[in-house]
Nanobody, 116 residues
Framework: QVQLVESGGGSVQAGGSLRLSCAASGRTFSSYDMAWFRQAPGKEREFVASINWSGSRIDYADSVKGRFTISRDNAKNVAYLQMYSLKPEDTAVYYC?????????WGQGTQVTVSS
């Protein structure tokens, strides 16, 4: 089992940038596919981006393509979400998730607030 801790959230103005980090415990981080999700108040949790274990496959939600970049450092057991050109509609709690076979593990989330 893996434990995940997100960090890097905060408050920024529209057009600003943030980089979220997801630190994973354990020695098998490289065996997990990683993803970022977000949940805005009153809305369902939605997919943002994913990266497979090797970094060879990356996917983004249409709403963030060209603005967000997902990456990972398997040597440091960390996944990242670099966010540029932030919009007020990006305001949400951002969660990282680790997938292995049929199991998904979640972090506790980090708040991102974008003001206009």
């Amino acid at each position: 089992q893996v434990q995940l801790v997100e960090s890097g959230g905060g408050s920024v103005q529209a057009g600003g940038s943030l980089r979220l980090s997801c630190a994973a415990s354990g020695r098998t981080f490289s065996s997990y596919d990683m993803a970022w999700f977000r949940q805005a108040p009153g809305k369902e949790r939605e997919f943002v981006a994913s990266i497979n274990w090797s970094g060879s496959r990356i996917d983004y939600a249409d709403s963030v393509k060209g603005r967000f970049t997902i990456s990972r450092d398997n040597a440091k057991n960390v996944a990242y979400l670099q966010m540029y050109s932030l919009k007020p509609e990006d305001t949400a709690v951002y969660y990282c998730a680790a997938d292995q076979r049929l199991a998904r593990y979640w972090g506790q989330g980090t708040q991102v607030t974008v003001s206009s």
